[in-house]
């Protein structure tokens, strides 16, 4: 809900999900917007969620099998995204390609649960940021 109110997500929003799980992010964004993509690279965790959203009555998402951090959002347009929602290990290797879907005035929020994974987002934000302006703010809840 957090994540909801401080990005403005709203019905006509698309909204990527890397690292679905259970299905419990992807789900919860697709009852207030209009497409979630999630990917993940685990078969298992895909049929879940699938099974999931199913339950739920959920339409919004297509289900993705791939390893972000290696292949990227394939099929995700250019500048077609209004969130970027990531639930990782290594968040920090998706920082370019996150910044490729996102639209002008897009949000990226990281679900991070270790103060060691924030520190080295931080750093590869700084270095990102440094080559040219991609990401405007950096804030920790």
Known sequence: GRIAADTGVAKESVILDAGTGSGGAC???AHLCKHVHTFDLEVEHIEISK???????IENISFNKIDVCKEGFKGVVDNGVDL????LLDPWL???ESHRVLKRGGFLVFY???????ISLR?????LNSEKDHFVDFKTL
């Open 27 to 29: 789900c919860y964004f």
């Open 94 to 96: 998706c920082l370019k």
């Open 112 to 118: 991070n649960t270790q103060i060691t994974q924030v």
């Open 84 to 87: 970027v929602f990531l639930d």
């Open 51 to 57: 099974e999931n959203a199913k339950f739920l009555g």
């Open 123 to 127: 750093k590869e934000f700084d270095i």
